[in-house]
């Protein structure tokens, strides 16, 4: 049974696909679910950012005929969440 966050397969199916799907699960029991993205409501760049993850406009491309639906809205927020990292190691002067 394939795995769809798999590490080694991305989900097509592999021999480790069931020990991904058991260690997340024991994760999850341990930490409970996470949030896939945070913003504080005080940072106009964050709330900026807050909409590229699932503001109209993404909803809408997301859930739209040529959208991957909650995909989407998770790969938005990986990339909102990395722009932050970068933007955290290297501050822009000025
Ligand atoms: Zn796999």
Do not use: H
């Amino acid at each position: 049974m394939a795995y769809s966050e798999c590490k080694w397969c991305y989900g097509n199916g592999c021999n480790q696909c069931e020990t991904e799907r058991r260690k997340a699960v024991a994760k999850w029991e341990k930490d409970g679910p996470q949030p896939i993205f945070t913003a504080k409501l005080d940072d106009p760049d964050a709330m900026q950012a807050l909409n590229r993850v699932c503001g109209r406009e993404a909803l809408v491309e997301a859930f739209g005929p040529d959208g991957r639906g909650v995909k989407d809205i998770e790969l938005n927020a990986c990339i909102e969440n990395m722009l932050d990292i970068l933007k955290i190691e290297n501050p822009i002067e000025g």
